[in-house]
Nanobody, 123 residues
Framework: QVQLVESGGGLVQPGGSLRLSCAAS????????IGWFRQAPGKERDFVAA????????YYSDSVKGRFTISRDNAKNTVYLQMNSLKPEDTAVYYC????????????????WGQGTQVTVSS
């Protein structure tokens, strides 16, 4: 069974850091580009970051560029999202998604999705 599981969310103060993980089971992550998306209450789900299969190409939304870093460890079948200098507007449910092909910023291009992990930035 193909499954993606996010972890690492939680409550953090503004300016703090969190590292999200996206672990795959039932398939080998090596062959998939991975994207991170987020959905804040009452808003649409938005693109955050994406990484190519080999990790050599990365994309970031303007709102997180310079603060978030996406990386992958194919040996561990896991992709990470390091989030630094967090702001209250980063509060959202964060989802990882996988697609068999090049990395994309459009969520409709992704085939597999995790259930999401909540990130709350608040003092």
């Amino acid at each position: 069974q193909v499954q993606l599981v996010e972890s690492g969310g939680g409550l953090v103060q503004p300016g703090g850091s969190l590292r999200l993980s996206c672990a795959a089971s039932g398939f080998t992550l090596d062959y998939y580009a991975i994207g991170w998306f987020r959905q804040a209450p009452g808003k649409e789900r938005d693109f955050v970051a994406a990484i190519s299969r080999g990790g050599g190409t990365k994309y970031y939304s303007d709102s997180v560029k310079g603060r978030f870093t996406i990386s992958r460890d194919n040996a561990k079948n896991t992709v990470y999202l390091q989030m630094n200098s967090l702001k209250p507007e980063d509060t959202a449910v964060y989802y990882c998604a996988a697609r068999d092909g090049a990395s994309r910023q459009n969520q409709n291009d992704y085939e597999y999705w995790g259930q999401g992990t909540q990130v709350t930035v608040s003092s």
